[in-house]
Structures are given as structure tokens and as C-alpha cells.
């Protein structure tokens, strides 16, 4: 059975789909995928440290700095 592999933007690395986070770009900014079905360019982060590594890439403008709080707001409801 194969699953599906994606690349994260973040450090290049090739993981399965399922666990990496999903951002698709719209009009307005960036926004978390997380049933991965949004239409839209989407891109793959593994984690928040790949976040950070965005943050100075042209290639996608204003990512980084979303995906950080999107990650940083994860970790607030896990510690809930
Ligand atoms: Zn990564």
C-alpha cells in the first residue's frame, strides 16, 4: 500500500502526506489545510521549525510567520 509522499518546503525532506500540515495560499493570505482539500497552490511544512526556515524564503511570501502561530496555536490547545 503506498502512501501518498510529499516535500516540505521548509527542509526539503520527503515524508508521508498524512504527517506533514497542509498551507494553501489564497487571496487574502495563508491558510491551514487541514482536511488537505482546500483548492488553491498548497505547500507542505513538517513542523514548526521548518516554518522558520520559510520565513526568508520570496518564494512564499508571509508562510513562515503564519505557519508559526498557526503551530504556536496548536501547542496551546495540546497544553490545555
Ligand atoms: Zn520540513
Not at 521549525?49 to 502561530?69: D, E, H, S, W, Y
Request: proline content about 4%.
Amino acid at each position: 500500500m503506498a502512501t501518498p509522499a510529499r516535500t516540505c518546503v521548509g527542509c526539503r525532506t520527503r515524508r508521508e502526506q498524512p504527517r506533514l500540515q497542509r498551507f494553501v495560499r489564497r487571496d487574502d493570505g495563508w491558510s491551514a489545510d487541514g482536511a488537505r482539500r482546500s483548492a488553491g497552490r498548497g505547500v507542505y511544512l513538517c513542523g514548526v521549525q521548518c516554518a522558520g526556515a520559510v520565513i526568508k524564503n520570496k518564494r512564499f511570501p508571509g508562510l513562515g510567520a503564519f505557519a508559526i502561530t498557526h503551530y504556536e496555536l496548536q501547542d496551546t490547545h495540546m497544553s490545555d
